[in-house]
């Protein structure tokens, strides 16, 4: 059975850094997109990041330039390395595993903090 578990949340003060990982296990084939999305309380879940199999990488507009998604193909894992992180950037950060026959997994979340 695939699992996905993410790790690396805590709190953090405002301008901190973190980052968070996320390993697999039980076998994950053919994986095209990884990524990253998080819910903040009383918000829906959004799109953080994301990295396909070359490579290349997008972001949500409110994270550019503070967070790096990067992937580990031999390891069929994915990370994200936070900084400069904010208060509204708190949220259970969620990854995401897409592979080519069109299947989704998703983690059980890790909690980000970020306060003084």
């Known amino acids: 059975q695939v699992q996905l578990v993410e790790s690396g949340g805590g709190l953090v003060q405002p301008g901190g850094s973190l980052g968070l990982s996320c390993a697999t296990s039980g076998g994950i084939f053919s994986i095209t997109t990884m990524g990253w999305y998080r819910q903040a309380p009383g918000k829906e879940r959004e799109f953080v990041a994301r990295?396909?199999?070359?490579?290349?990488?997008n972001y949500a507009d409110s994270v550019k330039g503070r967070f790096t998604i990067s992937r580990d193909n031999a390891k069929s894992a994915v990370y994200l390395q936070m900084v400069n992180l904010r208060p509204e950037d708190a949220a259970v950060y969620y990854c995401?595993?897409?592979?080519?026959?069109?299947?989704?997994?998703w983690g059980e979340g890790t909690l980000v903090t970020v306060s003084s």
């Open positions: 995401s595993i897409r592979v080519r026959n069109g299947m989704t997994y």
């Open positions: 990295i396909d199999s070359g490579g290349s990488t």
